[in-house]
């Protein structure tokens, strides 16, 4: 199992842009599909987008689309979450998790082995 760490976050003003970092450590064979969630004061947990194994293919969700990117460098065993535009409403603690059931990578309910999370804070 994976032990995935995240960092990058801070506060930006509304228009800024962030990137999210997570990085994963354990015994590594190969990357799996990796996913981005947040989770908003008072709200549950939310899908923002997942990357395939090979970062070929990636997914987005609706209100995120067009503004954030997800990439990964499996060299160092790292995957990132480009933010533009952020909006008040993107405020969130951010975690990234691993797929940990075989399926389609777009399917948020794959995901497990969770980070810490790392606090992202958009001004208006």
């Known amino acids: 199992q994976l032990q995935l760490a995240e960092s990058g976050g801070g506060l930006v003003q509304a228009g800024g842009s962030l990137r999210l970092s997570c990085a994963a450590a354990g015994r590594i064979f190969r990357m799996p599909a990796m996913g981005w969630f947040r989770r908003a004061p008072g709200k549950e947990r939310e899908f923002v987008g997942s990357?395939?194994?090979?970062?070929?293919?990636?997914y987005y969700v609706d209100s995120v689309r067009g503004r954030f990117t997800i990439s990964r460098d499996n060299t160092k065993n790292t995957v990132y979450l480009q933010m533009n535009s952020l909006k008040p409403e993107d405020t969130a603690v951010y975690y990234c998790?691993?797929?940990?059931?075989?399926?389609?990578?777009?399917?948020?309910?794959?995901?497990?082995?969770w980070g810490q999370g790392t606090q992202v804070t958009v001004s208006s």
């Open positions: 998790a691993s797929q940990v059931l075989s399926g389609d990578y777009r399917d948020s309910g794959l995901f497990g082995s």
């Open positions: 990357i395939s194994w090979s970062g070929d293919n990636s």
